[in-house]
């Protein structure tokens, strides 16, 4: 009975914890995505100024903010 009651606080006090990391986990995708619009942004006024060369390393980068 003792290690069921100390499992199952153990278990709830852990999953809590990890609660907390939410907004931070939320925050962080949001800088990704803000930062991935400016280089998507940046990317097309290139291409439409005709450097492509340019656009294509903009929206690579944008790219890779989601790979890692």
């Known amino acids: 009975m003792k290690k069921i009651m100390l499992t ?3 278990v709830l006090f ?3 914890a ?3 990391s939410c ?3 939320a925050k962080n995708i949001d800088d990704k995505i803000k ?3 400016e ?3 940046q990317g097309m006024d290139a ?3 005709g450097d492509h060369a340019k656009s294509e390393e903009l929206l690579g980068k944008a790219l890779d ?3 890692n």
Do not use: N, T
Request: hydrophobic share 45%; charged share 20%.
């Open 18 to 20: 990890y609660a907390g």
């Open 65 to 67: 903010l989601f790979k």
């Open 8 to 10: 199952l606080c153990l």
């Open 47 to 49: 291409h439409k100024a």
């Open 35 to 37: 930062k991935a619009q």
């Open 39 to 41: 280089l998507r942004d």
């Open 23 to 25: 907004p931070m986990l």
């Open 14 to 16: 852990v999953s809590s």
